[in-house]
């Protein structure tokens, strides 16, 4: 199946609604925030006179304006408007609300703050130091990694840095909140996350939850900074809102956005390895320290996925990994596609290639050595889990063969001995082929449930609506395919409606690659009940003549009404008892196909869809169903570290040939290759364009994309003018994508996988690539370049002269 996606044809005629295209209604105000000037101090005094005397202004908030002023995630550690000490660079101190934009952006500059500086931590070591950190650390350990190490032929030790990125969607963090009566509250939002949208609004505004609604049509993108971070701005909206009675109009400009929100955790990781002659892993000691901000937010989720991942595909005898969350001044850190999943997988294969250095093999030689087996103690995890349905052996040595990788190598040594031997040539060429496994599932267990809700109308069209906010990942086309399907309806019978907390409710946020699947299984399940009831339904039909239907004779009171049992479906099972090639179920010997309702054994004999639904009514059938799915057979308990954390794991690899220039460090992606298992997809199409685009963003993340904060801990690169997203000049000339046949999936509905993040840990091929390109300079022979990460043009520079670099130091708080 290859639809386009549900928005395709209004996203190109520019009908498609976003929270600031929703047209201003009378009385509405705009607002604009005050920031924090400082990346510590306390706050001696505000005075809004000034702005309030600004034409247009109509009012001033401050923390205290709030019921309750604190919010957070996981902990409620974060003021909505800071309140006495402001934590980081850019924290929302005061809010204006006026009459126009331009009249709040004024009013702004005019509200004064008077300031007591305090010292700040503006990097991990200086928390580290300082022992500031955010929850207590965290272990997963298997067998005794310190033994092991000691008693290992060989032996290795290491620094890895990692840095953030900005989400940079392209809708910046938006809400508009109505005042309805009563006291409610209705608020249009940019959120990941509609029900902590509508939890933080009724906390903030000492509302009961049932007086707010949150609605989130669509998000211009998300890639996890608006799964917790879009809940403040809704709530600045709704407070506004509620104290004067007006629509009130948060929207930020993508500087503010880039200042206020927090990026991807930047992580600093110490590792020991041991290994034997051949490369073969026997011990890991990892210490990930991760800087979180100044607030939680979900900090400690995203270092519980870093530690899952840091055995990526290998499997390692002994492990201990140890991860901390440090507090340091600056915006608190959050989801970002992947989570913590890339900062694990980036330091393993870090380790894996600086392995394969010292043994003076290819990294690919290592990683198949390493590479978890199908079945026995080689396929468990350091946490227990059992890896099933393994298939990367399978992608190592297919995308290998399939994209000639002896070939290049043996092209690449060449290219590079001349380049080096002084040829006009001035570039070094790397390639790098790493595999990936994501664990798919919440690690919170309790997130791992959805609810749906199914409208079937009486002209046979369907309503639907779930938790999954569509933020241009398509899951709304996923949805309405497997509702249609079901009903074997052509999709555009079907409506994915705005996700709204009133319709659904204790929804999960639409994160960790499992939108589609848990909120797919939940709609597949309530259709199914209805499906089940028509079915039952369609058998008594078939046998009496038309003419007696309840359509003619509804009303006469001549015939007796049918009435259908309830039905019970397995929900224990991943796919509710359906058959597994066509993807339906089948109750009472009844097919649903083509618009048409029949009995597999006399398909001569059919009603049309809309005629049964029509007669289901008059009998006084219902039409309408609402389940609730939670993901069976999870046992990860966090105390230990150990147990089955996920469902199934989205497997992929990619093979990145990159071009290093040594005269200016510029990097260039000529080739990628990806291989990527995703089961049996719903949308073949919507999954390619997911792994391109997460191949491209993490391209950016390992690459151009830095952060650079002045000395002070304020944001400078804070549009994209000094930030710099991949462009189509930066996408690989040769890019290619192909889908691994997998009908063996049996984990979740149909056998269908997450693909919304894995594919942005493939890009860390680009960046082991341009390690390997390095590795032919003089420097390196015994060495190996341990570049940061993004390997910016700078990086590259400082890796290619290392002696030249040695005394220039670039790193974030360092210059003004
Ligand atoms: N694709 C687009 N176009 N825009 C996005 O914001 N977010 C990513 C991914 N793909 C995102 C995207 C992230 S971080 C996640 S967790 C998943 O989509 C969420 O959607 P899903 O669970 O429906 O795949
Ligand atoms: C992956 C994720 C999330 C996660 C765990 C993952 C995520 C998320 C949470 C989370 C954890 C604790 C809470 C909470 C949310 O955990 O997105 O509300 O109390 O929000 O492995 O993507
Ligand atoms: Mo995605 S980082 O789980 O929103």
């Known amino acids: 199946m290859n639809e386009p996606h549900t928005s395709a044809r209004t996203h190109v005629t520019g009908e498609s609604e976003f929270v600031d295209d929703r047209p201003a209604t009378r009385g509405e105000l705009f607002v604009e925030l005050v920031l924090s000037a400082h990346a510590h101090a306390r706050i001696k005094a505000i005075d809004p006179s000034k702005a309030l005397r600004h034409p247009g202004v109509a009012a001033v908030f401050t923390a205290g304006d709030f019921h309750s002023n604190l919010w ?8 909505l408007l800071a309140e006495q000490v402001t934590a980081y660079h850019g924290e929302p101190v005061a809010l204006v609300a006026a009459e126009s934009r331009e009249a709040a952006r004024a009013g702004r500059s005019l509200v004064e703050i008077d300031y007591e500086p305090l010292p700040a931590l503006l990097s991990i070591a200086a928390a580290r130091t300082a022992n500031s950190f955010i929850a207590p650390a965290r272990e997963i350990a298997r067998g005794d990694a310190k033994v092991a190490f000691l008693a290992a032929p060989r032996r290795l030790e290491g620094r890895i840095v990692i840095r953030g990125a900005d989400h940079f969607y392209l809708e910046n963090q938006a809400s508009i909140a109505y005042p309805r009566e009563d006291g409610q509250i209705e608020v249009h939002s940019s959120s990941q996350h509609p029900t902590e949208t509508q939890h933080v609004v009724a906390h903030a505004l000492g509302l009961s939850y049932k007086d707010v609604v949150c609605i989130v049509k669509r998000l211009g993108g998300g890639f996890g900074g608006k799964e917790s971070q879009a809940a403040p701005f809704a709530a600045y909206a709704a407070l506004v809102a509620s104290k004067l009675g007006r629509p009130a109009r948060v929207i930020l400009s993508k500087d503010d956005d880039m200042v206020i ?10 590792y020991k390895v041991g290994f034997d002659h051949e490369g073969r892993l026997l011990s890991l000691e990892v210490e990930l320290y991760s800087d979180g901000g100044a607030y939680a937010d979900l900090s400690t989720s995203i270092m519980e996925r870093a530690m899952l991942h840091c055995d990526n595909a290998y499997f390692i005898p002994n492990v201990r990994i140890r991860g901390q969350v440090c507090r340091t001044n600056f915006h608190p850190h959050t989801a970002f596609r992947g989570f913590g999943g890339p900062k694990g997988v980036a330091t393993i294969e870090r380790i894996i290639e600086e392995v394969a250095h010292a043994v003076g093999r290819d990294p690919l030689e290592i990683r198949k050595l390493n590479c978890y087996a199908p079945e026995g103690p080689r396929a468990v995890t350091p946490y227990g889990q059992t890896v099933r349905n393994n298939c990367l052996p399978k992608l190592l040595d297919r995308l290998a063969r399939d994209s000639d990788y002896a070939a290049r190598r043996a092209r690449i040594r060449r290219h590079n001995e001349e380049s080096l031997s002084g040829s006009d040539s001035r570039t070094l060429r790397g390639l790098s082929l790493v595999p990936v496994k994501f664990g798919i599932s919440f690690t919170t267990r309790f997130l791992n449930q959805a609810n749906a809700l199914v409208l079937v109308h009486r002209d046979g069209s369907i309503q639907v609506s779930t938790g999954a906010t569509e933020m241009g990942q398509g899951v709304n086309a996923k949805l309405a395919r497997l509702v249609a399907r079901e009903l074997g309806l052509p999709r555009d019978h079907v409506r994915i409606m705005p996700t709204a907390t009133d319709k659904n409710a204790n929804t999960s946020p639409t994160a960790a690659s499992s939108g589609a699947d848990l909120n797919g299984a939940a709609a597949v399940l309530a259709t199914r009940k209805i499906k089940a009831r028509l079915s039952e339904l369609a058998v008594s039909l078939l046998e009496i003549p038309e003419s007696r239907w309840a359509r003619h004779t509804a009303g006469l009171g001549t015939e007796p009404e049918i009435q259908v049992g309830p039905v019970a479906i397995n929900e224990e099972d ?89 005269d200016t460090g510029e990097l260039k992606v000529l080739c990628a290759r990806i291989l990527m298992d995703l089961g049996r997809p719903v949308n073949s199409g919507i999954d390619l364009g997911q792994v391109t685009g997460a191949f491209i963003q993490g391209m950016g993340w390992v690459t151009t994309e830095k952060l650079h ?14 930030y710099k997203i991949p462009s189509i000049q930066d996408t690989p000339r040769d890019f290619q994508v192909e889908l691994l046949p997998n009908n063996d999936s049996r984990a ?6 997450a ?46 002269f290392p002696e030249k670099f040695r005394h220039w130091e670039i790193r974030p708080g360092a210059g003004k």
Do not use: C
């Open 709 to 722: 904060y002045n000395a002070r801990g304020a944001l400078l690169s804070h549009a994209p003018s000094t």
């Open 574 to 662: 991943p796919n509710f008892g359906a058959d597994w090639e066509t993807g339906v179920a089948s109750y009472h010997g009844m097919r649903f196909e083509n618009g048409s309702v029949f009995a597999a054994n006399s398909p001569k004999r059919h009603l049309s869809f809309a005629a049964l639904v029509n007669e289901a009514y008059h009998h006084r059938i219902s039409l309408s169903e609402h389940a609730h799915y939670r993901i069976p057979g999870l046992s990860f308990n966090k105390l230990t570290g150990q147990g089955d954390a996920f469902l199934y794991y989205t497997q992929g690899a990619a093979l990145s040939e990159v071009s290093v220039n040594l």
């Open 748 to 753: 979740s509905l149909n056998g269908m996988k």
């Open 261 to 270: 929100t927090g990026k991807r955790n930047p992580f600093e990781n110490l």
């Open 72 to 79: 957070g995630t996981i902990f409620k550690d974060q003021p």
């Open 755 to 800: 693909v919304g993040e894995p594919p942005l840990l493939l890009a860390l091929s680009v960046w082991t690539a341009a390690h390997d390109a390095l590795k032919s300079l003089e420097a390196y022979r015994r060495t190996y370049p341990r570049l940061e990460l993004p390997a910016t043009q700078e990086e590259l520079l400082r890796g290619i």
